[in-house]
């Protein structure tokens, strides 16, 4: 799968090699409660992926990005999220930052340790790559099983979200590698594959929920469902 040019494999973080524990609602919910009365987790969900994708959108990925701009657009969800809560103080917000920054707040995929491993004896660097901040690399740094990663990037210190071109572009030239020495794994089509693919790159699509057979893959993707595939 894996061609015989490639250098270093890149993974994208939230869905592919992390996930929320507990969940982003449960989360959201749990917090909220301390400050909001009479939360309705289904409604909380439906607002946080309304103004995320709102927020995060493809479009609003061509402006550039900073570790600031990121807390902002962060904010504007949490405020999106709880419309009717008046975070004068900033501690709601504030609260949700802190705990999605603590490595405790992810858990790592069962399929994660083995493939890192395997890809590695192999002479393969390997790397995180992902839309986040700097909350990334610590907890990358604190989990013995991302710390193995030679590479964390993220869309604040790269100054652009996938898909924009520029996210891409920014990783190849600190690598300074060619794009077939490249190859990103990830869990959407759009956000990871695409873009990947536009630079070059080695596109390999984990579909872990596996909703890839209720419509034919694009042409040049490559699918798999676990990591326990990618060799």
Same mark, same amino acid.
């Given at each position: ?22 969940? /982003? ?5 749990? /917090? ?56 004068? #103080? ?23 340790? #083995? ?23 610590? /907890? ?65 699509? /984990?579909?872990?929920? #596996? ?21």
């Amino acid at each position: 799968m894996l061609a015989e040019s490639v250098q270093v494999v890149l993974f994208d973080a939230v869905g592919t090699v992390i996930y929320p524990q507990p969940s /982003i609602a449960d989360a959201y919910v749990d /917090i909220g409660s301390r400050f909001i009365e009479d939360l309705d987790p289904d409604e909380v969900l439906r607002r946080f992926k309304l103004v995320f994708s709102r927020v995060f959108s493809a479009e609003n990925a061509q402006s550039p990005v900073t570790e600031s701009s990121t807390v902002e657009s962060w904010r504007q969800v949490v405020e999106g999220t709880f419309p009717e809560f008046e975070d004068a #103080e900033g501690a709601l917000f504030q609260q949700l930052w802190d705990h999605f920054a603590d490595s405790r707040s992810w858990g790592v995929y069962e399929d994660v340790a #083995e493939c890192f491993t395997r890809i590695r004896s192999q002479g393969i660097q390997i790397g995180i790559a992902s839309n986040f901040d700097s909350r990334l690399e610590r /907890i990358v740094n604190l989990d013995p099983v991302l710390r193995q990663a030679e590479y964390v990037f993220h869309s604040a210190q790269l100054g652009w979200n996938k898909p924009a071109v520029g996210f891409c572009d920014g990783i190849g030239k600190r690598l300074g590698l060619q794009p077939n020495q490249i190859v990103l794994v990830g869990d959407r089509l759009d956000n990871d594959i695409q873009p990947a693919l536009a630079a070059g790159w080695q596109g390999i699509w /984990i579909d872990r929920e #596996e909703v890839g057979p209720a419509a034919p893959v694009p042409k040049g993707v490559q699918r798999i469902v676990t990591l326990n595939e990618l060799s």
